[in-house]
């Protein structure tokens, strides 16, 4: 085997063996399935758990008018609040709604009474129900017409159509959203999280004293790469072993908790929480986000994503290699750190501009200049991006990893020798054009 | 035929030359002595020797060859401050080392079973480096110098921070090692190691080599001509061929003590003549200067000059 390749099995063996790698395998997974698994489960468990709602109306209208909902049970009572209060006191059901003599035009002092905060789930259900059966006074108090009224109704959805390379193709802007997202969040935490890696392997073999005795076997840049890419493919064996797990976790635990046949009534329910759309409606929305899915260019996401990721992670992780080579201590290393993390943040902070205007000259700089662009590349590949443009950022990222991987071994080949030296900008300057 | 040969090897760090046109010459089998004060250019010397910098001007020459990457495998170096994965098991680390040094799988496998079994460490493989005591540390470090039979072996101040035990097991593994063909440098500036273990010495300062050769004739050559000579009675009369330079007389149940110095022409043996004619002698020893003198003497005079 190669020396580098040596290198790469040893930076990629001890950390994978870690106990901390192995947790952290394991945990992941489970939180991201908990993410995901979690808030369905509340949905449906809510779902199935109705709340019995007493009902004091004054008016004496609302009776047979006031529609039930998933989960909010209207139960009409005697009109006699004092006695209503009185049961709930004894807690025969979750709230009593009051509903005092009122001019419908203008409904006012409606009240809740609970012995705890309700949920807003509740309060929404009961809002919109009266509102339904006062809405519905109103529309035949006017006189008009249901079916007009229904006609009337506007319910617009615009289709995008992306038409570049002369092909229609339907585009959903969310789907692009969410994909951009993902995308630039993961290259950015994976940057920190691996590239803080590299740092610290270096200043643990500067302050353990045994860099001297591996590079009188090897040259100090093939240490470097060594250790770049051992680490590196440490974060990707993380990765799939999170993505393998989240799969199988996410599936076993739908499966175990019975939500995995979400019937419509469900979706439905869960549609009405948000807004008040009909069941067809949803549905709909639904196959929209599944075409939508399928409209975007997979093949040419994960293209690019890889490169991106791997592309970016050279060019930051060399750089933190050479901030590794210059310290003593963690601590040392703090105040070359910074410089180096702000270019990351600062992609990460633009994306919300980017997002407004994924063809603005903000976003065409940011993701053309090396340092920012594989985080903000990425969220502007889901809504496409001109060839020329993508061609020109990958070949100038190629250049800067290029560029950055030489200036760092430069610093770290005398960096790596350095003890207790006091370092600063200016010393890495002349580090860097020093002769070998 | 010596071993390693550097020519005119100099070196600069910026505006500070660290070694000025320094050409040396270490003959196979022996245990060179690399001496001079701190930052006397040692270690950068060392390092070039090493391939880990390079020099601006000058060559180096392993077996009469230009040093190259291929010669690493031929080189053992022990660095002064030098460490191992703490985390990592011995075994492995040794396994890591010894292929990084260009040696087979295989081969640093039976390589370390050797020296575990020399060393007395066999059941160690599975050890963690920083579950050992100090001691036990340094033998480990002192295998990942030897483990792929170097014919140089480099050790820049072994002995510091190594305990007495350990200390006489490594003095006795140099002297094995160079029976089986190896040469050794030792950069130091312990002069008890240099007088009990080199048998050449060069000796640097500020960036220049000042002194080098084989131990003995070095000594010869800064040998005062003085004599210390203990005898019992009266010395009459003086001679001109030598000087008495200290005179303790009777101390000691009517023994004197005379240091005396002469010049180069006279031989001890007529010296020892005039006094066998005149006293009783009890010892007759010629000064030699302890390589401590000769070191003190040269980086000193060095600085006087300036």
């Not at chain 1, 009185?86 to 203008?106: A, I, S, T, W």
Request: some cysteine; aromatic content about 10%.
């Amino acid at each position: 085997m190669s020396k580098t390749g040596l290198i790469i099995q040893r930076e990629y063996l001890t950390r994978v063996r870690k106990k901390s790698f192995i947790i952290m395998s394991i945990l992941g997974p489970v939180l991201f399935a908990m993410l995901m698994v979690v808030p369905i489960w509340l949905m449906t468990r809510d779902g199935g758990e109705s709340r019995t709602i007493a009902v004091v109306d004054e008016n004496a209208y609302f009776a047979g008018k006031l529609k039930n909902t998933g989960s909010i049970v209207f139960d009409f009572r005697e009109n006699d609040i004092a006695l209503a209060r009185q049961q709930l006191e004894e807690r025969m059901f979750y709230g009593v709604l009051h509903l005092p003599l009122m001019d419908f035009n203008k409904p006012e002092g409606i009240r809740l009474y609970a012995d705890r905060n309700p949920s807003m789930d509740v309060m929404m259900g009961i809002e919109r129900s009266l509102g339904k059966v006062i809405e519905d006074f109103r529309i035949e108090e006017a006189g008009i017409d249901r079916e007009i009224l229904k006609k009337l109704n506007a319910n617009i959805s615009v289709q995008t159509i992306n038409i570049s390379k002369g092909e229609e193709k339907e585009s959903s802007t969310g789907v692009a959203t969410a994909v951009g997202y993902v995308a630039s969040l993961l290259i950015y935490f994976f940057i920190l999280f691996y590239g803080v890696q590299i740092m610290r392997g270096v200043i643990e073999e500067k302050s353990n004293r045994i860099v001297e005795v591996i590079i009188s076997s090897v040259r100090p840049f093939q240490l470097m790469l060594g250790k770049i890419i051992g680490i590196g493919a440490v974060g990707l064996t993380q990765f799939l072993i999170w993505a393998v797990f989240t799969v199988i976790i996410y599936s076993g635990a739908i499966a175990i908790l019975g939500i995995n046949n979400l019937d419509t009534d469900q979706i439905q329910q869960m549609g009405q929480m948000t807004s008040t759309t009909s069941a067809g409606e949803t549905e709909q929305m639904v196959q929209e986000v599944f075409k939508a899915i399928g409209t975007i260019n997979i093949p040419l996401i994960l293209f690019s994503f890889l490169f991106y990721f791997l592309g970016a992670y050279l060019l930051y992780g060399s750089l933190f290699a050479a901030i590794g080579s210059a310290a003593d201590t963690d601590s040392d290393a703090q105040q070359f750190q910074l410089p180096v993390t702000i270019p990351l943040i600062i992609s990460i902070v633009v994306l919300g501009a980017v997002l407004k205007d994924p063809d603005g000259s903000l976003a065409f700089w940011m993701s053309i200049i090396p340092l920012f662009s594989p985080v903000v590349m990425m969220m502007r590949i889901p809504f496409g991006v001109p060839v020329w443009q993508l061609m020109l950022s990958m070949g100038l990222l190629v250049g800067g990893f290029i560029f950055t991987t030489w200036m760092a071994g430069r610093i770290y080949r005398i960096g790596v020798l350095m003890h207790g030296a006091k370092v600063n900008y200016k010393i890495l300057a002349k580090w860097l054009f020093m002769k070998n | 035929m010596n071993i390693l040969v550097t020519k005119d090897l100099s070196k600069n760090y910026g505006d500070f030359l660290a070694l000025d046109s320094v050409s040396l010459s270490i003959p196979e089998q022996s245990i060179f002595g690399l001496l001079g004060p701190n930052g006397a250019g040692k270690t950068t010397l060392i390092r070039i020797i090493n391939q880990i910098i390079f020099a601006d001007r000058g060559e180096v020459l392993f077996k009469g060859e230009k040093l190259s990457q291929k010669h690493i495998s031929g080189i053992g170096y022990l660095p002064e401050e030098r460490g191992l994965y703490k985390k990592m098991k011995v075994g492995e680390q040794l396994m890591y080392l010894g292929q990084l040094k260009g040696l087979s799988r295989k081969e640093t496998n039976e390589r370390i079973r050797y020296w575990f079994k020399r060393f007395d460490m066999t059941g160690w493989w599975e050890k963690k480096v920083e579950d050992l005591s100090k001691g036990m540390q340094q033998k480990v470090q002192f295998i990942t110098t030897v483990l792929h039979d170097p014919k140089l072996i480099i050790l820049d101040e072994p002995f510091s921070g190594f305990d007495p035990i350990n200390a006489n097991l490594i003095r006795d593994e140099i002297f094995e090692l160079r029976r089986n063909g190896a040469s050794v440098i030792f950069s130091t500036h312990r002069m008890e190691t240099v007088e009990e273990l080199c048998d050449h010495i060069a000796l640097i300062n500020k960036s220049k080599k000042i002194l080098d050769g084989p131990k003995h004739e070095i000594k010869d050559a800064h040998k005062s001509h003085s004599f210390i000579i203990e005898y019992k009675g009266e010395l009459e009369g003086t001679s001109d061929f030598f000087e008495v330079l200290h005179e303790a007389p009777g101390a000691f149940q009517g023994i004197t003590k005379m240091e005396v110095k002469t010049s180069p022409q006279v031989r001890s043996t007529d010296l020892l003549k005039f006094f066998i004619d005149r006293v009783e002698i009890i010892s007759f020893q010629e000064r030699i200067p302890s390589m401590s003198e000769i070191f003190i003497r040269k980086v000193q005079g060095e600085t006087n000059h300036e």
